[in-house]
């Protein structure tokens, strides 16, 4: 099994309720592992569209020239939780959405933390 299809998978096996999980290519925006519990929601497509906020970012802290790294980006959303975390190269990311009211944000942060460290 890939490195991305089992981060996926571990995060699935923590995160049981969430709604959207994805390890993505910062570059191309490809999701190379995705999973979603819900039938309508691309998740591929959701990973391609945050590519571009973190690229946004990214340049972002260029421009205002900060020594700075991203950590992760939360988009709080009326009932969802949306987290990026970047992986220490910035080479890939894990998108991950939850529902805000059945989810712990702290606990979701600290497992993404766990596993952007091992992403190659």
Partial sequence: MSSAKQTVKEIL???PTLLAVAVVETETGMALASHSNIADFDI???????????????KAISALK?????????LTLTDQLHVIKLSAKGDKFIYLAVNARDTNLAVARQILKS??????
Avoid: C, P, R, W
Avoid at 44 to 58: C, F, G, M, R, S
Avoid at 115 to 120: D, G, K, P, R, S
């Fill in 13 to 15: 096996d923590e995160l």
């Fill in 66 to 74: 900060l020594n700075q790294t991203i950590q992760d980006i939360l």
């Fill in 44 to 58: 591929d497509t959701a990973a391609a569209y945050n590519t571009e906020v973190v690229k946004q970012k990214l």
């Fill in 115 to 120: 596993h952007t460290a091992v992403l190659n």
